[in-house]
Nanobody, 127 residues
């Protein structure tokens, strides 16, 4: 069992930056594929970014490529999402997720790969 707690969300102006963190409990964090997803009001949850267990492979949604960076600190049991050049369309609740499998980079974007989910943190980008 893994418990995930997101933090770092908030209100920011368009063009600004935020760094989200996801603290994981348990001793097996380093073995999990980790991902970030987001859900805006009235929309389905969508994939944002993912990283494999070692940090050597990452995958991004086209909408955030070049602006967001996912990373992980296995010694700290923490997942990060650095978000630059934020846009109003990035407004959503952001969720981190942990998966017990090791899929290919493309497959890391599928929600069914993830077994544990956090409660989310709100990101609001004003224009």
């Amino acid at each position: 069992q893994v418990q995930l707690v997101e933090s770092g969300g908030g209100l920011v102006q368009a063009g600004g930056s935020l760094r989200l963190s996801c603290a994981a409990s348990g001793r097996t964090f380093s073995s999990y594929t980790m991902g970030w997803f987001r859900q805006a009001p009235g929309n389905e949850r969508e994939f944002v970014a993912a990283i494999n267990w070692s940090g050597g492979s990452t995958h991004y949604a086209d909408s955030v490529k070049g602006r967001f960076t996912i990373s992980r600190g296995n010694a700290e049991n923490t997942l990060y999402l650095r978000m630059n050049n934020l846009k109003p369309g990035d407004t959503a609740v952001y969720y981190c997720a942990a998966g017990k499998t090791n899929p290919t980079a493309q497959a890391m974007g599928a929600p069914y790969q993830y077994h544990y989910w956090g409660q989310g943190t709100q990101v609001t980008v004003s224009s």
